[in-house]
Each structure stands twice: as C-alpha cells, then as structure tokens.
C-alpha cells in the first residue's frame, strides 16, 4: 500500500548564514588545510598586462550598516577585453589574469578589496561596445539568492554614455550607483541594498 504523504510540510528557507564563509573562504576562517590560499584571493600576478587598478568598497544595508559578512566576487574581461573562458571565441585572454575573484568582507570594518586591472570593452550581445566594467555578485546572511549588479568608471564618460545596458536604465539618476568614485589607479566601489541610494541590480 502505497503512504499517503499529507504530513510533508515545506522546509523553512535558509539564508546563507556563516557556511558560505566557511566553505568558499576557509582559510579567512581560520580553517587551514583546504586549500594553499583561498581560491579567488589572487587575480593577477608580475606577468599581467594592463593597468593595474585596486578596486575597494563596502556594501551596505538598508540602515546604512556596513555588512561584515558578507562575500563579494567579481568577473571580467582583461586588458584587452577578453574573458578568460572556454566560451570566448574572440581571441585568447591574458593567461596571466584569471578574470575572477572573491573576497569576504572584513569583520573589522566590512570593506572589500580588489587588485586586478581595468577591463578593455567588450562586445554587448548585438554587437555594440559595452564601456569598461567589472561585474559583481554579492551573497551575505538574509540574501537568499546571489545579487548581481555592475560597476563603470567615472573617467568613461564617452563610453558609459553609450553603453547599451546602462541606457535601460529607466531612471537615469540611479546611473550614478553604477559608477565607482575616485580616480585611477584606485577606486571606491560602495554597494547599497536597499535605501535612497540603492544600487541598480541586476536580473541575469
């Protein structure tokens, strides 16, 4: 006889909690053995061309808190506007530049840091040039799925002015939380959850 399963109750949701720390980033636990250094931590090395550029920030919740647990990763293309990726059919990326990286926010402070190099242009899907971006996801205790948004730099005026995604922008003010503040070779990337400054994010 088969069981009648009427008992079965949906489980509660999980929120990513202190687990994703802990299995994406084991050795900023304290947890050694897993691997040399966490992977992410490295994007480029003495080999890797381009402009060097250090990307910081911090993300911030609707109260104006810095999170301090928190995990941001970003993706992009290389100097050259190549991804380091077996989809890219363009030509071949920078093996000296990984394109990704991860970093936990800091317990002390919540900022994050970045060295990598600023992104040539790359291809939008018809074609048109996208202006140089770095792309960001973000995942942190109450995020129940992974927070996607971009960041343009503020010397890209030309370029950021026709960029194909930035012009889907409805409200043209909130462009603004796209695009990092200060100046090369050091920029200012704060992400925003929710609030009147609320960064644009993003549905891919």
Known sequence: ????????????SQTAGPYVHIGL????????????SDLGASMVNDETLGQRITVTGRVFDGAGAPLKDALVEIWQA??????????EMRGTADPNFTGWGRCPTSAEDGAFVFETVKPGRVPFKDGRLMAPHITFWIVARGINIGL??????????????????LARIEHRQRVETLVAGGEPPNYVFDIHLQGERETVFLDI
Request: glycine share 8%.
């Open 1 to 12: 006889m088969v069981q009648e399963l009427k008992y079965l109750k949906e489980t509660a």
């Open 78 to 87: 290389d100097a050259a506007g190549l991804y380091n990726s077996p989809s």
């Open 148 to 165: 996607h948004t971009r960041m343009y730099f503020p010397e890209e005026a030309a370029a950021n002015a026709e960029d194909p995604l």
């Open 25 to 36: 980033t084991p050795n900023f636990c304290g947890i050694g053995g897993v691997y040399e």
